[in-house]
């Protein structure tokens, strides 16, 4: 560590992640970490110490201090969402605002971004809305990018530079990169989306390029920088103001999980937006195989929660289409995508009885600047699929 090059700009070391027990005061992992720790202050330079936890409760603060007490400041994984004015997240930063003063030493947000990870609603949270799609599988409702944006305004503006007199120094925005492993073309914790099929271990910079996302925006300007001075292309909502942006009579809301679809019906969502320039619509199917890439078909499906299978090479996305625009005025434009869940050349290939789908549509300007939105939606269980080859 002393002969690293850049040692003398690394404002400290962190010793683990996620792995001290915030419980058990002698746990042996808190000892480990103490040592590390003590051990890396004699060295010279000296160099500042620290280790990162998933969010505290009030009861452990007197445990890392117990069993840490030569940590130099303390990094905390903590997030912070907003869905609508009923659906106010926060709940894990607004309870640790109550109470981390009481840690009496520096700390800074190592992990922060838009919503906890997907869970319900537990004591004192209320999590991520979400839906029981067919019955048994959870989909998770995601805002809109633009509506997304202002929750990472918040989270600084409330959670770091609100708490600048409990502590907190800063805090580091998770997931920078694109979504170079996600099955979704973007989804609610990404800052950047990618024009393209998802394909698994794909370099986007390279093969399809990448769109910044509005919240790298904030990101930027929250840091005290620059962003571009092409603001991103904006959503605007539909008529029943859905937070999640796509305007159908099919999808899961925080009302209800949506009417289930036929493969034989067409389907029909709409996006408006603005932005500078040209903008272009680009919707894609998510789950499922693809049937043929110009159809907007998909059948099989093997996994009935596609959006949240990582890494597995059995979900895919495809692209639909660029849809149609309507010019609605006062720089507002207004697309629809039309498609079934079948191949309309082979009524064989239709999509998988009782799976569940995500819609998705990403715009985009010439100025590496976008926007994304997505429903989830599922196939009537009932539908009869004739098996294929």
Not at 299 to 328: F, H, R
Request: overall charge negative; some cysteine; glycine content about 10%.
């Amino acid at each position: 560590m002393a002969s690293y090059p850049n040692a003398d700009h690394i404002l400290a070391w962190c010793i683990s992640n996620e792995w001290i027990d915030l419980a058990d005061s002698s746990a042996a992992h808190n000892a480990t970490v103490e040592e590390i720790s003590k051990w890396i202050q004699t060295q010279s330079p000296r160099m500042l110490t620290m280790t990162a936890f998933q969010h505290p409760s009030e009861g452990s603060l007197s445990v890392i201090n117990t069993s840490m007490p030569s940590l130099d400041l303390l990094g905390i994984n903590s997030f912070y969402g907003k869905f609508n004015s009923d659906w106010q997240g926060g709940g894990l930063l607004n309870q640790l605002s109550g109470y981390i003063k009481k840690l009496g030493r520096p700390w800074c947000l190592t992990e922060y971004y838009s919503y906890d990870l997907p869970s319900p609603s537990f004591t004192g949270y209320k999590g991520m809305p979400h839906q029981t799609l067919n019955g048994a599988y959870d989909y998770y409702l995601e805002l809109n990018s633009t509506s997304n944006a202002q929750n990472y305004t918040d989270a600084w503006t409330n959670y770091v530079t609100g708490n600048q007199q409990n502590g907190c120094v800063g805090a580091c925005a998770l997931n920078w990169a694109p979504p170079h492993n996600s099955q979704c073309n973007a989804f609610w914790k990404q800052m950047f989306t990618y024009a393209g099929q998802w394909e698994i271990y794909v370099d986007w910079y390279t093969k399809y390029g990448v769109y910044r996302l509005q919240c790298v925006d904030a990101v930027i300007s929250a840091y005290g920088g620059n962003p571009s001075a092409t603001a991103c292309p904006q959503i605007v909502l539909p008529t029943d103001n859905d937070p999640q942006g796509i305007e159908c009579d099919f999808k899961a809301d925080l009302n209800s999980a949506g009417r289930q679809v036929t493969t034989d019906e067409e389907l029909k969502a709409s996006i408006t937006a603005n932005g500078t320039g040209d903008l272009q619509f680009t919707w894609y199917l998510v789950g499922g195989k693809a049937v043929l890439m110009n159809t907007g078909g998909i059948w099989e499906g093997p996994s009935y929660n596609t959006y949240e299978a990582w890494g597995s090479t059995s979900v895919t996305s495809i692209k639909l289409g660029e849809g149609s625009t309507q010019d609605m005025g006062g720089g507002r434009l207004k697309n629809t995508i039309k498609f079934y869940m079948h191949d309309p050349s082979n009524a064989n290939k239709k999509a998988y009885p009782g799976n569940n789908y995500q819609l998705r549509v990403i715009v985009n300007d010439s100025n590496k600047g976008a926007a994304t939105a997505s429903i989830g939606f599922s196939v009537k269980p009932s539908d009869n699929v004739a098996s294929v080859e």
